[in-house]
Nanobody, 114 residues
Framework: QVQLVESGGGFVQPGGSLRLSCAAS????????VGWYRQVPGKQRDLVAR???????DYADYVKGRFTISRDNAKKTVSLQMNNLKPEDTAVYYC????????WGQGTQVIVSS
């Protein structure tokens, strides 16, 4: 059974950086389309960034220039480098496999506060 496991969340001050990682099990990782989403209480999960198997990327407007999504197919991981974090980036961040059947990770909390 394929699983996605996020890590790397935590507490950071405004302007700081965090790097989230999404580790996958199973085969065919190199063709996964993986998205990073975030959710705050009472709101829906919103797409932050997405990367295809070929490495094409999409970003939400509010993270462009600050966040970078990347993948390492050998390690079966997708990372989200988050720079210049703002308090409004506070959320639970989830990774999701968007093809071959949707699979969500369990989420990792990011808190940006002074």
């Amino acid at each position: 059974q394929v699983q996605l496991v996020e890590s790397g969340g935590g507490f950071v001050q405004p302007g700081g950086s965090l790097r989230l990682s999404c580790a996958a099990s199973g085969s065919l990782f190199n063709i996964y389309i993986v998205g990073w989403y975030r959710q705050v209480p009472g709101k829906q999960r919103d797409l932050v960034a997405r990367i295809t198997g070929g490495g094409s990327t999409d970003y939400a407007d509010y993270v462009k220039g600050r966040f970078t999504i990347s993948r390492d197919n050998a390690k079966k991981t997708v990372s989200l480098q988050m720079n210049n974090l703002k308090p409004e980036d506070t959320a639970v961040y989830y990774c999701k496999r968007e093809n071959l059947g949707e699979i969500w990770g369990q989420g990792t909390q990011v808190i940006v506060s002074s």
